[in-house]
C-alpha cells in the first residue's frame, strides 16, 4: 500500500515536470521581446537652437514581428514619437532641440514592442546637445562665455575644456577674434547676430 502510494506520488510528479517541460518553451517563444541594437545620432551633436537636426537610429528584430519602435524626446523638448521604418530592421527619426535645451549628453530611452505585446526599453540613443555660444556650459549665453573663450584661447589653467564649439565667427579656427565676436555678439553690435554653433 505504502509502495503503492510512493508510485503513484512519483507518477504524478513526473506527469507534472513533463508538463512544465512541456510548457516551458512554448512560454519562452511567445515571450521574446524585440532586440534592439545599433543605437545611434548623426551627427551625434547639435546646438540647442530649434533648427539644426539629427537623424537618430536603431537596429530592432523580432522573432515574430516588430510592432512599434519609439523614442522618447522628451528631454530635449520633443514628445514620444514613433519611429519611421527606412529599411529592413532599421528604423529613424530626424529630431532638433528646443531653444534652451540645457548642454548635456542625453540618453534618449527606445522602446521597441512586437504583435505579442512584449517589450524592450533597455537601449537609448546618445545624443549630446551643446549651445550655442555658451562656451562654460552653464546654460546662458553672456560675457562670461567671451571670457571664458579668451582665457581658453590664451592657455590659462582651468579653461582648458570649452562647451559647444568655440569657432564662434565660422572660420574652421578657435582664437582670439572668436572671444571677441562673441562679446561684441552679446552686446548686440550689428552684423555680429550670427553666431557658429
Ligand atoms: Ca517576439
Ligand atoms: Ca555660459
Ligand atoms: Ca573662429
Do not use: R
Request: hydrophobic letters at 40%; one cysteine or more; a negative charge.
Amino acid at each position: 500500500m505504502k509502495k503503492e502510494k510512493i508510485l503513484m506520488t512519483t507518477l504524478a510528479m513526473i506527469l507534472i515536470v513533463s508538463l512544465f517541460v512541456t510548457t516551458i518553451p512554448a512560454m519562452a517563444i511567445a515571450g521574446v521581446a524585440p532586440v534592439v541594437t545599433s543605437p545611434s545620432a548623426n551627427p551625434s551633436s547639435i546646438p540647442a537652437d530649434g533648427t539644426t537636426v539629427s537623424q537618430l537610429n536603431v537596429t530592432v528584430t523580432d522573432d515574430t514581428a516588430v510592432d512599434t519602435a519609439k523614442v522618447d524626446l522628451t528631454q530635449i523638448g520633443g514628445s514620444k514619437k514613433t519611429k519611421y521604418l527606412i529599411d529592413d530592421n532599421k528604423y529613424s527619426i530626424v529630431t532638433n532641440t528646443t531653444v534652451g535645451t540645457l548642454p548635456n549628453t542625453y540618453s534618449l530611452p527606445v522602446n521597441a514592442t512586437d504583435i505579442e505585446g512584449n517589450s524592450n526599453a533597455e537601449v537609448s540613443i546618445q545624443l549630446e546637445v551643446v549651445s550655442k555660444g555658451d562656451i562654460n556650459g552653464d546654460g546662458v549665453v553672456n560675457l562670461n562665455d567671451a571670457i571664458y573663450l579668451a582665457k581658453h584661447v590664451a592657455g590659462w589653467e582651468g579653461y582648458g575644456v570649452i562647451y559647444g564649439n568655440g569657432d564662434i565667427n565660422g572660420n574652421s579656427e578657435v582664437d582670439l577674434n572668436d572671444a571677441i565676436y562673441l562679446a561684441k555678439h552679446i552686446a548686440g553690435w550689428e552684423g555680429y547676430e550670427e553666431i557658429g554653433c
